[in-house]
T-cell receptor, first 118, second 114 residues
């Protein structure tokens, strides 16, 4: 089946620094990818939709200047957490659909990136 | 707005017990419904899905039926195994302009003991 990878799997950074997380579709192309945030023992919350060749669309309440998304190619989307603070510590997960984007698509999820901001 | 509500966990069962995890949804349209599973240390994987009312999704002995009249999509398995221990998420995709966007329930931790 389709595989989505994320890098790094775990990152620790100092408050005020920026961190970049990569999401790659390894064996298929994805014009759209999604970024989720998961707090401990809680559900996944959609942050934004990453669109290849155009700007990302952010969910209500998500700061676009804080969480920069770049869909650099049909297989790569990056999430940059700028000027990270301890409250940004979380588990970030990306996903990509397996075909053109209708509601019945299966989403393939990356294994997630654990961000800890000191 | 659209939402998904799962039964609270954690759920602890003995091997070969019957499993039910309840899931209900609210939606303005006719969503597709999914169950995803997250094994320890791994990413979410699709377990099963149903795209319209009365559809039954099934996989690995798990089943769920899309019930429009009760807005439910309960997950069942007749005989669980230790290897089924994981976190289970119910989710919906409203489609239309929201295609691809999944709304998740809070997740249910399942632990199966030998």
């Amino acid at each position: 089946g389709a595989v989505v990878s994320q890098h790094p799997s775990w990152v620790i950074c100092k408050s005020g620094t920026s961190v970049k997380i990569e999401c790659r579709s390894l064996d298929f192309q994805a014009t759209t990818m999604f970024w989720y945030r998961q707090f401990p023992k809680q559900s996944l919350m959609l942050m934004a939709t990453s669109n290849e060749g155009s700007k990302a669309t952010y969910e209500q309440g998500v700061e676009k200047d804080k969480f920069l998304i770049n869909h650099a190619s049909l297989t790569l989307s990056t999430l940059t957490v700028t000027s990270a603070h301890p409250e940004d510590s979380s588990f970030y997960i990306c996903s990509a659909p397996d075909s053109g984007g209708v509601s019945t698509d299966t989403q393939y999820f990356g294994p997630g990136t654990r961000l800890t901001v000191l | 707005g659209d939402s998904v509500t799962q039964m609270e966990g954690p759920v602890t069962l003995s091997e070969e017990a019957f499993l039910t995890i309840n899931c209900t949804y609210t939606a303005t349209g006719y969503p597709s419904l999914f169950w995803y599973v997250q094994y320890p240390g791994e990413g979410l994987q699709l377990l099963l899905k149903a795209t319209k009312a009365d559809d039954k999704g099934s996989n690995k002995g798990f089943e769920a039926t899309y019930r429009k009249e009760t807005t439910s999509f309960h997950l069942e398995k007749g005989s669980v195994q230790v290897s089924d221990s994981a976190v289970y998420f119910c989710a919906q995709n409203a489609g239309g302009t929201s295609y691809g966007k999944l709304t998740f329930g809070q997740g249910t931790i399942l632990t199966v003991h030998p």
